[in-house]
């Protein structure tokens, strides 16, 4: 049966027809739905195996990505290296995929032809970093960011349309980057209607023309209209765009959900005495760039980034040495667990070093990230989102952000990964919605 029907908080219907599901991967493995405080998309394909809104093995979040590099892999015509029932088996059992992502991990593969890989933020930064870390050889990857950086331009900057922060810009040291006719293969986890991907391909024809460009993505639900724009652009510019995804799919709606605010509502209030919080320096273990950021208010934060979460661009030989960095900041972390239970979470779009560190962590670690999008809650039967703690990005305060699905009384202790510090007044709002978690040990971690 290929064939689905979803209902969102009994008022949205969704009707799914699957096209194509080379893994033959179950749909409830891949994601749940939730309602979308957006105007412009008013419901979310909430995944499972991200890391973002719903709390995941680290391993199942890292077999997401590395799938995508396999599917990669072998529609260049080479042979599969993992069978498909691994990679099902995978996404439904911790133990599966932790040995199929140490077997990957541990023999790379090499890489069809140069490339080049682009994930998306802020959602598809680990994806995209997880797709490339599965090769070796003349890759490259770089994410795009929301972060506007101090006196410097970006090398490329285009929209997505239908989001609820619509500005994407690239920042790679090396001015030569984006230079050269390299495969271009951009990573996101859902395609809706293929304009984000769209609008940089016209972005990079028009400073760095190449012949060819690989969409990659989790879900591709474009309809036969909006393939017909792929092909149109395709013709008018003189390149093939190769698109492939986990599931691709036709979608119709039907409905509307409730009219949600996406206001900061109050948060529960625990007694503070039972709680504590502490701060772990993980800076010695990680080489820096010192760029500066700019937020939408003026303030400029001086504290440098990290040199390798793909925010500045980074080569395969350069994996290698975070590799090294990331086995050794979750050494020293592991020390520091008290619980059985541990939350990890990721901020915004630094995502992929907060993942792997997780991995390393030891057993009875969940990992997800916090986020920009505005989701509305519920306690409905198989609706994805439980609960949701809003508080003001650290980084810029006028930004809203959030995280979801953090049950009361589940988790000992929470590492919570930052990749600068922030001075304790930005700091303050974070603070309070984790404290409203009613997690004991609060560990902020800075990078």
Not at 221 to 246: A, M, P, Y
Not at 406 to 422: A, L, T
Request: proline letters at 6%; aromatic letters at 10%; glycine letters at 6%.
């Amino acid at each position: 049966m290929n064939k689905y029907s979803f209902k969102v908080l009994d008022q949205l219907n969704l009707d799914i027809q699957i096209t194509s599901n080379p893994y033959q991967i179950p749909l409830q493995d891949l994601f749940a739905m939730a309602a979308r405080i957006n105007k412009k998309r008013s419901f979310l394909f909430v995944s499972k195996i991200l890391g973002k809104h719903i709390p995941v093995d680290p391993h199942i979040g890292l077999l997401g990505a590395f799938t995508l590099g396999l599917l990669l892999h072998a529609k260049n015509e080479v042979t599969m290296s993992v069978e498909m029932d691994q990679i099902v088996r995978g996404f439904s059992d911790s133990s599966e995929a932790f040995k199929l992502c140490e077997r990957l991990k541990q023999q790379r593969l090499p890489v069809p032809e140069p490339m080049i890989f682009i994930g998306f933020a802020e959602t598809a930064t680990a994806l995209g970093h997880g797709m490339f870390d599965l090769f070796t050889g003349p890759a490259r990857f770089i994410h795009t960011t929301r972060e506007s950086i101090h006196d410097t331009s970006p090398r490329l900057s285009f929209e997505e349309e239908h989001s609820h922060a619509t500005a994407h810009r690239c920042y790679a040291a090396d001015p030569d980057f984006f230079s050269g006719e390299d495969t271009v293969v951009l990573v996101d986890d859902e395609i809706t209607t293929g304009k984000t991907a769209l609008n940089i391909i016209q972005d990079i024809q028009q400073k760095h023309p190449r012949k060819h460009y690989v969409l990659a993505s989790l879900l591709d639900w474009r309809s036969d209209e909006q393939k017909e724009q792929f092909t149109q652009v395709e013709q008018s510019l003189g390149i093939t765009i190769d698109c492939i995804s986990l599931v691709q799919g036709k979608i119709s709606v039907n409905g509307a959900p409730p009219e949600v605010q996406a206001e900061l509502p109050d948060l529960p209030v625990h007694d503070a005495a039972e709680q504590h919080i502490g701060i772990i320096s993980l800076s010695e273990y990680f080489d820096h760039l010192s760029y500066s950021s700019t937020n939408s208010v003026g303030d400029v934060n001086k504290e440098p980034f990290l040199k390798f979460t793909g925010r500045f661009g980074m080569n395969a030989q350069e994996s290698y040495v975070l590799d090294a960095s990331i086995s050794k900041a979750s050494a020293y972390l592991k020390q520091h667990r008290t619980g059985k239970k541990t939350l990890c979470l990721g901020t915004g779009e630094f995502m992929y070093i907060p993942m792997r560190i997780a991995a390393e962590m030891g057993d009875g670690i969940y990992y997800q990230s916090s986020t920009r999008s505005p989701i509305h809650p519920s306690d409905h039967k198989d609706y994805a989102v439980r609960n949701k703690f809003p508080f003001h990005s650290p980084d810029d305060p006028a930004i809203p952000y959030y995280f979801y699905n953090v049950p009361e009384g589940v988790y000992e202790e929470v590492f919570v990964f930052m990749e600068r510090p922030h001075q304790p007044e930005t700091f303050q709002s974070y603070e309070k919605a984790l404290l409203s978690t009613g997690i004991p040990q609060i560990n902020v971690v800075f990078c």
